[in-house]
Every structure is written in C-alpha cells, then in structure tokens.
C-alpha cells in the first residue's frame, strides 16, 4: 500500500459552494478508495497559482519536509497538475507526484471489468500520459506499481509518443466497435421493452444498492466512490404489464475533468439513450445540494439534462429527524423518499415510475398501407396492440406507442 501525503488547494475565485475542507474531505476519500494509506494531510488557500509549481516555493518546501518525516511514496494534488508543473514538483521534491484526474484514472482501472470499460480506462490513461512523456523523470520510471501505473495503461507509460499516438488510434477503432457491439445489444432489448430508466446520481449515493433492490440483482456493491465503472442493464416488469430496462451507470463527482467525461462517454451512453433518469440522492450527505448541482453539470455536458428525471432521496434510514427529511425535501422537485437498503420506499417508486413512464405514451389509430409493413412490425415490437383489422386498404390499428416512435406513423 502506498503511503501518501495528500494537498487540497482552493483558489479564491473557485466555486464557493466547496470549501477547502470540503474538498480536502473529498480527495481524502478519493484516495481511500484507491486503496492508499494517508499519512499527511496539506491544505492551502490561494490568491493565484504558480504557473512552475502551482503553489509556492516555500509550500512546496513544506510538502517536501512532510513527506521526508512521514516516509511518503507519492504526493496527491486535487487540483490538475500541467506536464511542466508535474515534472518540476517531482524535481523538487524527489517522489512521485500526481494529480486529481490521475487518481480518479487509477481506481477506474481497479474498477473496469468489461472489455470496453478496460478500453476506455487505458484510452484515457494514455491520452493523459502522452503531454508528460517528454524529458527524463520520475514520470518516466512508473513501472513499479501504485496510483499512475495500475491497469491496462501501466505497461504503455514508457513508449515513445508515435507508439502511443498509434495505441491510442487502435483503442478507438476497439472502442468504436464495443460501442456498435452494445447499441446493437440495447435495440435487441428495446424489441422486448416499452422504455429505459437509467440511475444516474453522485458516486456512493446509492445506485446499485438501489438498482439490486429493484431488480433482484447482485451488481457489485462496496461504500467507496466509483464503485461501479461498468454499465448494468436488466429487464424489469412494472405492474401494469409495461416491461422496462433499468441501466446502473458510473457515479458522477463533483468537478469531474471533462477530459473524462469525453473519454468515457461510451459508457454513459446508456444514460443517453434512456428515456426517462432516476437522480439517486444521497439524502444522509451534508453537502446534498453541491453534489446534487455537480450531477446535473454532467447531465448538462453529456446534453441529457432535458430528458424526464425523477429525484429519488436514499439512505432515509440514516436521517433519524423526520423535520430534517421534511427540510431536505423541500430543496428538490416532487421527490421519493426511499432506502434503497431497507427496501423502504420502493414501491412508492415504482408507483411513480408507472405514472411518470405513462407520459411517454400515446395512443394512435392508423391504417397502414400492405406495402408499409415496417411500421406494423415497429408498433408489435414497441407497443401494446388493442385492436387489429384487415382491410382493403390496409392494416387498422389502436395501439400505445412510445411517444419517440410518433414521427414514423404521422409525418
């Protein structure tokens, strides 16, 4: 286990809603969950970043002496670190140095199970890695084991940048091809299934306990952040007969790079392609409505912040007070109160799923021509058929339909 002195850094102009020590608990839990053991802790409140060091010299100085009297591996920034900043911290202080986003890379790498959630943590790791292959350094000797060298990417770190140029061009045509693999997967689902529901929220809120509460599934489950990199889908029945598809996908987290939300857009792909989101909400966590406003930032940036969302407020059986769980309530739109670990609240749930989902339908009533025959198969796969007559002009239909498929019957 590496030992490791962590530095939490807030630049006066940056968000307010997190203050330092927020963002020091934060990376101290990003940490944790990468399985390092932390012997010190620096925080500091800065006016400008250096553009050598970030920080200055004497607290660069001040790390230094720490991680020498503490016997440190490895110094953990939570802010981003240039090449140039990196290189010149680890000349300075003489261990390893690492960043926000290359630690968040280094527990996807524990987490990626699927051939395309490893495709997408060595992509990344790469692409990271390619700026900071220049001169001679720490950097360049990672081979060693711990944060910056676990996973796929580990073994491609010391590669001249052509090599990795072509890698990470080969990683793409890989990726391009899990990603048909899975679209065509998901339209073999929609034939058997009305909608999709998609768990999205901040990472440790709660969504895969929730989503085995549901669905009677055994998706991995553990209490540290990002826990689930890997999409889970399964199909699900609601109680008026309508079958549906619940997605489990990755936590989000509070500033995450949006080089990241780049690279793993695959797979948040199920998120969208859903057609209604389930924001599942830590309700125990004092800062609810920060990482609530973090999750919908990445709603914003994956351009699905419009589609049908129904807030869902777990962990009650954490919340003793019911007038704070009155309070906390009030802070969001028509929410469900739930424990997803109790199974409390859950068919409360799925009593609004039934309403909410009954939005995306409508009925029509149409004849179709014997020579579009597409359209018919299109209302069986995706429909509820109430009445079907031969005519001579054609096939009369009443049905319900999802409302995306409108457009195909009334041009």
């Given at each position: ?32 969950s ?111 084991g ?21 890698k990470?061009a ?30 999205v ?89 920060e ?14 912040d ?24 009030h ?58 007559e ?17 457009a195909?019957?009334?041009?």
């Amino acid at each position: 286990m590496e030992r490791a002195v962590l530095v939490t850094l807030k630049h006066v102009s940056e968000d307010r809603e997190w203050s330092v020590e927020d963002l020091a608990a934060e990376l101290k839990e990003l940490a944790t969950s990468s399985r390092v053991s932390i012997l010190a802790e620096v925080t500091a409140r800065l006016a400008e970043f250096s553009p050598k060091f970030l920080i200055g010299k004497g607290k660069v100085d001040q790390i230094g002496s720490v991680a020498r009297e503490k016997g440190c591996d490895v110094v953990i920034f939570n802010h981003d670190l240039s090449p140039t900043q990196q290189r010149n911290l680890e000349e300075v202080l003489e261990i390893k140095t690492i960043d926000r986003t290359q630690l968040i890379l280094d527990i996807f790498a524990q987490r990626a199970h699927s051939k395309e959630g490893t495709i997408q943590v060595e992509l990344a790791q790469l692409i990271y890695a390619l700026p900071r292959l220049t001169g001679k350094g720490i950097i360049l000797s990672r081979l060693g084991g711990g944060i910056g060298t676990r996973g796929p990417g580990e073994k491609k770190l010391e590669l001249d940048r052509r090599r990795i140029r072509d890698k990470i061009a080969h990683l793409k045509e890989e990726l391009d091809s899990a990603t048909r693999q899975r679209h065509a997967r998901r339209k073999q689902r929609e034939r058997f299934t009305t909608c999709t529901v998609a768990l999205v929220g901040y990472t440790n809120a709660g969504k895969s306990t929730l989503f085995n509460a549901l669905t009677g599934s055994h998706a991995y489950v553990m209490d540290k952040l990002f826990s689930t990199l890997d999409p889970t889908v399964r199909k699900y029945t609601l109680p008026d007969n309508q079958r549906i598809v619940f997605s489990d996908t990755v936590g989000f987290i509070h500033n995450l790079p949006h080089h990241l939300v780049e690279s793993f857009k695959a797979t948040l792909e199920e998120a969208r392609g859903a057609d209604m989101l389930l924001h599942v909400i830590d309700a125990s966590n004092p800062k609810i409505v920060e990482c609530s406003n973090s999750v919908r930032a990445v709603l914003r940036d994956l351009e699905i912040d419009d589609k049908p969302l129904i807030n869902v407020l777990n962990k009650k059986d954490k919340i003793d007070d019911d007038i704070v769980l009155s309070g906390i309530r009030h802070h969001f739109d028509s929410p469900v109160i739930i424990s997803a670990l109790k199974r409390q609240g859950l068919e409360d749930l799925i009593d609004r799923l039934v309403r909410e989902l009954s939005n995306l339908m409508t009925e029509i009533k149409i004849t179709i021509p014997h020579d579009e025959m597409k359209k018919f198969n299109i209302i069986h796969e995706y429909g509820k058929v109430k009445k079907t007559e031969y005519t001579d002009k054609g096939i009369y239909i009443e049905a319900t339909i999802p409302k995306r498929y409108q457009a195909i019957f009334y041009k």
